[in-house]
């Protein structure tokens, strides 16, 4: 059984769902924020799960209904300081026990996995009241988002608490990356053994094709992909490409609200692609992935283009150190400095044989590190272990809340 609801939890039909009587198979939920890269997430965990012959998945994808989409907005003159973090913090707790509660049933599942902690504050509601084991996973903390990316240090204290009580109650905390973990663990207190690092990922071929020798005087194919154009830095590498490679280089863009010019030389302007085919057809035919990126954590489309065998160019912040290996399997760049990243980009575009060693390089790094069996299979068995520890008697699940709380 692998069920899915996107936007209308009401066509997950109790027949459907998993009887209330447990059987062999582990019966876990799924709940995902659907927004952004989580779209994405939310389709490998249904691919990973349907997969498992042991394992009967129902996958929740949520958004807020419009009018608490609306409630939770950031207001334009008080940017940083209106607190838009905090309330919808506040309406996804108000919103998510219910949802369950009505369309999911908690006894009818052995756990349940929370994407992120921001949807998760409710449901310390739902195990207290069931004793439903949780696991939450996540990208970021608030501490780390205030200090490392920029994030309002003021506003995001009352987010830093929310997730203190958040990680306390859960019991198990996934990480995206180790970078992520170490904050959960330095900066509120929870212990290591309630952290696993489950990366984000996507199939990978076992093996690539290698490119074929470009002719003599054929452009090097460069890459961006990723919507929020601007924060992904994509208005960056365009300005680079024009003012110094338009006639040596094309310059491919993927992503659905990007601001197309067709008067430019040398661009080509993909938009939206299907997602099939923009890593199985469009990207192994690159040569570079750059994505000179502002503000990320673990993005999609570096993971993507490496394990399709591009080298990658990308900023050296959030947790993308560990996806490219500097110097091995592309380079890191800061953020804010054009000529490093127009060194690192030019040193690649000269060096076919640069590009093609550290692009195999990136395709063994993804099938070691990044494969779904090794990172959604360890998450499933480790909350399979949580929920087996807790038997029967689950219910009396809520008294171990608040282990960790935040500082």
Partial sequence: MNL???DDPSSLRPENLPAPRRGERFRVLFVTGYSLGF?????????????????EAVHLRLQL?????????????????DLAGWRRLRLWAAHLPGVIARHTPPDRFDAAILTTQGIALGMR?????FGLPYAVYIDTTAAQYARDLGGSRIPEQLCVRADGRVFGDADLIAGMSRWSLDSVRDDYGVPESKLLVVRNSVPVPASITP????????????????????????????????????DRAELHVFGADVPIDRSLTGVVWHGRVEHARLVNEL????????????????PWAVVEAAGRGLPVVSSRLGAIHEIVDHGRTGFLC??????????????????????????QAAHRHMLAEFSPDGNYGRLID???????AAGPGRSSGAAHAGTASGR
């Fill in 283 to 298: 990207l192994p035919s690159m040569d570079i992935f750059v994505l000179p990126t502002r503000n990320d954590m673990s």
């Fill in 65 to 81: 209904p419009p009018r608490l989409e609306w409630a939770g907005k950031v207001l334009a003159r008080a940017r940083g300081w």
């Fill in 39 to 55: 779209r994405t997430l939310a389709s490998q965990f249904e691919q990973y799960t349907a997969q498992r012959d042991d394992v």
């Fill in 125 to 129: 509601r739902v195990k207290a009241a």
């Fill in 382 to 388: 480790r909350m399979r272990a949580i929920a087996s």
């Fill in 211 to 246: 490119r074929p020798e470009s002719a003599a005087g054929a452009p090097v194919r460069l890459a961006i992909v990723g919507n929020g154009w601007i924060r992904k830095g994509g208005d960056r590498l365009l300005r680079w490409h024009q003012e110094r490679w338009k």
């Fill in 334 to 359: 800061s953020p804010t400095d054009d000529g490093e990243y127009i060194r690192a980009i030019e040193s690649l575009m000269a060096d076919p044989m640069l590009r093609r060693s550290m692009g």
């Fill in 4 to 6: 899915a609801a996107t």
